[in-house]
């Protein structure tokens, strides 16, 4: 069975501080309105591997697009994975309600392969 799961990186903290600085970017992080989806490639499940992981970065423009998107992580490097996730992006959209005001803003995500 092919297991993949997509998610929002979040930090984690553990003085009080900083629990509250992350519940504060919590409420103000951005939201999906149209999630990216990633379908593993036949190469990937071909490859043998058993797990993999990428995260990426994109800017989000006011109507909801993301773009500039580059791969900040891949495991193991050259899987392929982040290149799928930065495909993915092009059809996602962030509820443009929760950007901040101005030119965008920067969004972090990842994506992670099991093969079970």
Do not use: H
């Not at 190469?43 to 697009?65: K, M, N, W, Y």
Request: aromatic share 4%.
């Amino acid at each position: 069975m092919l297991a993949v799961t997509l998610f929002i990186l979040s930090l984690g903290q553990t003085s009080p501080e900083a629990e509250a600085e992350a519940e504060a970017a919590a409420r103000s992080a951005p939201r999906w309105s149209v999630r990216p989806r990633v379908e593993p490639s036949s190469r990937l499940v071909r490859s043998g591997l058993e797990t993999a992981s990428a995260t990426i970065r994109c800017r989000a423009l006011p109507d909801g697009r993301v773009e500039d998107c580059r791969i900040t992580a891949e495991a193991p490097s050259g899987s392929g994975l982040g290149r799928q996730l930065i495909e993915a992006a092009r059809e996602a959209r962030i509820d443009p309600d929760s950007l901040e005001p101005g030119d965008g803003a920067w969004v972090s995500f990842s994506a992670r392969f099991l093969l079970d």
